[in-house]
């Protein structure tokens, strides 16, 4: 499969609506929620007004042209939150890509771009039944608080 990261630009900043919607977690045999559910409050610091800030990055996954899965990171009191320099992520693939290696690409080469622009490290939250609990630990990931549901882990650039 031939795919490229790169840059989102400003006109595809829309799109982390979608990918938002994506990032939600739905355990096997669960309903999903209704769409509508990104805009309560808890999730929208993860999208509104992205790309104000000078700690807003955000990177795609291109395959043949369509965008497949984005990452996106911010300073912001979101469910990863450590402090106010470390900013936190958001992933999420369309269904059909995921399990193809393009979210460990995406996440390294978010982590390359927080390093170079002098970030120290960069934390997530996961919850404990998604599959991409192991991922984030195999990237060097780790954590260092849990609830009954999710990991905070935390990376270290």
């Known amino acids: 499969m031939n795919y490229c990261i790169r840059e989102m630009k ?28 990104i805009a309560a409050p808890e999730l929208q610091i993860y999208i509104d007004h992205f790309g104000n800030h ?16 984005a990452v996106w990171v911010r300073i912001m009191n979101d469910y990863g939150h450590i402090d106010a320099e470390t900013p936190s992520f958001a992933i999420s693939l369309y269904k059909e890509y995921r399990g193809l290696g393009l979210g460990t690409a995406l996440m390294k080469e978010m982590l390359t771009l927080l390093k170079k622009h002098g970030y120290q ?37």
């Open 10 to 37: 400003k006109y595809e900043y829309p799109l982390l609506n979608d990918f938002l919607y994506e990032a939600i977690f739905i355990p096997e045999g669960v309903e999903p929620p209704p769409k509508s559910i």
């Open 54 to 69: 000078k700690d807003d990055h955000g990177l795609v996954a291109e395959v043949d042209g369509k965008i497949a899965g």
């Open 121 to 157: 490290r960069a934390s997530l939250s996961v919850q404990k039944a998604n599959y991409a609990a192991k991922m984030y630990l195999n990237m060097g990931f780790e954590i260092i608080d849990e609830n009954e549901e999710e990991y905070i882990m935390q990376i270290y650039l």
